[in-house]
T-cell receptor, first 115, second 114 residues
Framework: AQSVAQPEDQVNVAEGNPLTVKCTYSVSGNPYLFWYVQYPNRGLQFLLKYITGDNLVKGSYGFEAEFNKSQTSFHLKKPSALVSDSALYFCAVRPPSGGYNKLIFGAGTRLAVHP | DGGITQSPKYLFRKEGQNVTLSCEQNLNHDAMYWYRQDPGQGLRLIYYSQIVNDFQKGDIAEGYSVSREKKESFPLTVTSAQKNPTAFYLC?????????????FGSGTQLSVL
C-alpha cells in the first residue's frame, strides 16, 4: 500500500538553530512530493514541491527540502529556525499517474521553536 | 487563504441533523476538494469535483454528500448517517489538469456534535 510517514509527532528546536522535519514515503514510480504548513485554526499553506531535477528544493519562508530517491525521503529543513515557524507541517505525496485525488498526506509533525 | 472562503468557522450538529458546510472560491479553478482532518492523522479525501455538475467519492465518502452546481461553489453536507462527524473540515481547489500545481486551501470549519 502506498503511504507517507512522518516519524516524529513533535520536533523541538531553539530559535536560531537548524531544523529538520522528516518524511519518508512508499510510492511506486517517481512521485511528486510536497510540504504544507498549517497554523492554528487555519487551512494548509503550500511551502514547496519536488517534481524533477535538482534534489534540493527551495520554498517559501526560507524552507528547503532534500529529495533522496535511494532512501525514499523528502526531509524539510531550515538553516535558522524562528519562533514564528512554530506550526504543524504536513508532507504529501502524489503518485506520478494520479491527480490530486490521489494525494496522500502524512499525519503531520508539530514544530515548536523556543526563544 | 488564497481566495477560498469557508463558512461557518465553527458549527455544531445535533443528533439526527444534517448540516451543510459552505466553500466558495474566486480563483477560477475547475477542481475542488473536501478533506477531513482528525488530530494525529493526515488529511483524508471525502469528495472531489473536477468540473461543474460532476463529482467523485474520495476515500471516506460515507455519510457525506456534495453538489457542484456552480464553478465557484462546492458545499458539503454532513448527514445523520455520519456517526462520527466531529472533525476539522478543509476545502481546497486547484486548476484543472495542473498535475504539478499546488492545492489552495480554505481556513476550515470545525464541526462538533452537541
Amino acid at each position: 500500500a502506498q503511504s507517507v510517514a512522518q516519524p516524529e509527532d513533535q520536533v523541538n528546536v531553539a530559535e536560531g538553530n537548524p531544523l529538520t522535519v522528516k518524511c519518508t514515503y512508499s510510492v511506486s514510480g517517481n512521485p511528486y512530493l510536497f510540504w504544507y504548513v498549517q497554523y492554528p485554526n487555519r487551512g494548509l499553506q503550500f511551502l514547496l514541491k519536488y517534481i524533477t531535477g535538482d534534489n534540493l528544493v527551495k520554498g517559501s519562508y526560507g524552507f528547503e527540502a532534500e529529495f533522496n530517491k535511494s532512501q525514499t525521503s523528502f526531509h524539510l529543513k531550515k538553516p535558522s529556525a524562528l519562533v514564528s515557524d512554530s506550526a504543524l507541517y504536513f508532507c504529501a505525496v502524489r503518485p506520478p499517474s494520479g491527480g490530486y485525488n490521489k494525494l496522500i498526506f502524512g499525519a503531520g509533525t508539530r514544530l515548536a521553536v523556543h526563544p | 487563504d488564497g481566495g477560498i472562503t469557508q463558512s461557518p468557522k465553527y458549527l455544531f450538529r445535533k443528533e439526527g441533523q444534517n448540516v451543510t458546510l459552505s466553500c466558495e472560491q474566486n480563483l477560477n479553478h475547475d477542481a475542488m476538494y473536501w478533506y477531513r482532518q482528525d488530530p494525529g492523522q493526515g488529511l483524508r479525501l471525502i469528495y472531489y469535483s473536477q468540473i461543474v455538475n460532476d463529482f467523485q467519492k474520495g476515500d471516506i465518502a460515507e455519510g457525506y454528500s456534495v453538489s457542484r452546481e456552480k464553478k465557484e461553489s462546492f458545499p458539503l453536507t454532513v448527514t445523520s448517517a455520519q456517526k462520527n462527524p466531529t472533525a476539522f473540515y478543509l476545502c481546497a481547489s486547484s486548476p484543472e489538469g495542473g498535475r504539478n500545481e499546488k492545492l489552495f486551501f480554505g481556513s476550515g470549519t470545525q464541526l462538533s456534535v452537541l
